[in-house]
């Protein structure tokens, strides 16, 4: 089984600085990483993802994750943080398995940036 | 960028009554899949779908849950007599053959009252 641990259930960040949302995970087999955001009263969006090849993985409004196989990490960070950017965050796993894939979700993460 | 879209958004209903929650899947999917969002909590799995079957189901997922696909592109979630915890967002999904990425659609807010 696998299952996902998220340390931070509130991270509060003044704007302009950097932030790290951690996240950990277990697995018995080779796995998928996701960080999905969710913003308030909307749906799951996919902000970034692993799944083979380089370990830093980078989503377009300029978030990064390191996927680090030894500390079975994946922790999300920005070096420079918006107003727009507060939201929660949904760390993910998903195990390998043909076009099946059953994700399991950490418990979030809210990011309350400060202005 | 193709997308899982879900409908309603939004539905109120009292307890008791049955609700479907539907869905069209990304059309080449293969796939299909429900999650639960309780307000303030995780997201949890409910059950997943692959050839006009149930391939997985959660704990979650008892008698009062059906699922279905009556015509080749919509995916529905049925409760069969709601209850006050059955208030959630509920999450449709889809992937395809290469599996490698799970699409998920807006939910759909769900209030029992």
């Known amino acids: 089984a696998q299952s996902v641990t998220q340390l931070d259930s509130q991270v509060p960040v003044f704007e302009e600085a950097p932030v790290e949302l951690r996240c950990n995970y277990s697995?018995?087999?080779?796995?998928?990483l996701f960080w999905y955001v969710q913003y308030p009263n909307q749906g799951l969006q996919l902000l970034l993802k692993?799944?083979?090849?380089?370990?830093l993985v980078e989503s377009i409004n300029g978030f990064e994750a390191e996927f680090n196989k030894s500390q079975t990490s994946f922790h999300l960070r920005k070096p420079s943080v918006h107003i727009s950017d507060t939201a929660e965050y949904f760390c993910?796993?998903?195990?390998?398995?043909?076009?099946?894939?059953?994700?399991?979700f950490g418990i979030g993460t809210k990011l309350q940036v400060i202005p | 960028e193709p997308e899982v879209t879900q409908t309603p958004s939004h539905q109120v209903t009292q307890m008791g009554q049955e609700v479907i929650l539907r869905c069209v899947p990304i059309?080449?999917?293969?796939?299909f899949y429900w999650y639960r969002q309780i307000l303030g909590q995780k997201v949890e799995f409910l059950v997943s779908?692959?050839?006009?079957?149930?391939?997985?189901k959660s704990e979650i997922f008892d008698d009062q849950f059906s699922v279905e696909r009556p015509d080749g592109s919509n995916f529905t979630l049925k409760i069969r007599s709601t209850k006050l915890e059955d208030s959630a967002m509920y999450f449709c999904?889809?992937?395809?053959?290469?599996?490698?990425?799970?699409?998920f659609g807006e939910g759909s807010w769900l209030t029992v009252v």
């Open positions: 999904a889809s992937t395809g053959t290469e599996g490698n990425t799970i699409y």
């Open positions: 692993y799944l083979s090849g380089s370990t």
């Open positions: 059309s080449n999917h293969l796939y």
């Open positions: 697995s018995s087999v080779s796995v998928y």
């Open positions: 993910a796993v998903s195990e390998r398995s043909g076009g099946y894939q059953k994700v399991t």
């Open positions: 779908f692959y050839n006009n079957e149930i391939s997985e």
